[in-house]
Structures are given as structure tokens and as C-alpha cells.
């Protein structure tokens, strides 16, 4: 992963690499992450997910497939500058990953608030994905968007 914002992310993406996971599947997931947030790379992107990839956000829209996650990706950038994901549990049973988190970045347009307030947040949050023949087939993503709007306000 070797983009400008996987450069700035690098401490954050090793750190994730440096979790303890214990299946192919785990290590799928957490790739994911670091790729979509911390990395935006969508070429390694396409390699570990299905052509069909469907995932759910926090605020209950679902994308499909690698153009709605770049999709996604462009607007949590518009939204949330430097939005990123610190990894801190990974669970996985089977073909099924749970993640915890800490997601972060900075609040950079009126969303949640009337203007932007270039206020950092930093909030707990959980992913839980679907593997399918070794790539992230379905997954979605909860964020405590309560305490973003208490840190950002």
C-alpha cells in the first residue's frame, strides 16, 4: 500500500498489521480497513474483495461493489479529513470477522453540524464482514456518531 495517505498512516496500518489474528479470514478484514481508510488503495482494494461487495455504513447507506466503496471512501474524505481506523480486537469464527475499533479524523464539512468545525474526534466503533472464497464479500460498520457530534460541537 504504498499511497500518499498510506505514508501519513503508516504507524496506524503497522500497528494494525501487528494484531494477533489467527485465521486467513481475520487478516482479510483487517486488511480491508487499513486499504479503505487508512490507505486508500483502491488497487490492493480489488484484490481482496468480492466483484459484488455490498457494506454498510453507520448511517444505513449500502454500497456495492469496488466503485461504491471508492465511492464511500471519497466522501468520508469530504466529510471527515483524515478519517482513519485504529484496530483493537479482532474476533473471527469461520468465514464471519468481527472487528473493534477507534475511527478518527477531523470534522471538515457542515455534516453533524451547521459549518465545518475542524475539531478532531476520535470514537469507538465495530465492523463485522463476510468472507467469501477468501475475499470480504458483505460487511458493515457501526460508528458512535453521538460522541463525534460531542467532541466536534
Sequence with gaps: ??????????????KNNALVVKTPAAKTAVAFFNALLNARDVSFLKTIVTPDVAFRNSLGVTVIGIDGLTAMMGKMDN????????????????DAVFLKANF??????????????????????????????????????????????????
Excluded at 500500500?1 to 503497522?14: D, W
Excluded at 466529510?79 to 469461520?94: D, K, L, N
Excluded at 459549518?115 to 460508528?143: C, M, Q, Y
Design 1 to 14: 500500500m504504498n499511497t500518499g495517505v498510506a505514508q501519513k498512516n503508516e504507524a496506524i496500518i503497522q
Design 79 to 94: 466529510t471527515f479529513a483524515g478519517f482513519r481506523i485504529e484496530i483493537t480486537e479482532v474476533i473471527a469464527e469461520g
Design 104 to 153: 478518527s479524523g477531523t470534522h471538515s464539512s457542515a455534516f453533524l453540524a451547521p459549518t465545518a468545525t475542524n475539531k478532531p474526534f476520535t470514537v469507538p466503533g465495530f465492523a463485522r464482514f463476510t468472507i467469501r472464497d477468501g475475499k470480504i464479500a458483505e460487511g458493515f460498520s457501526v460508528v458512535d456518531f453521538n460522541q463525534i457530534t460531542k467532541q466536534i460541537l
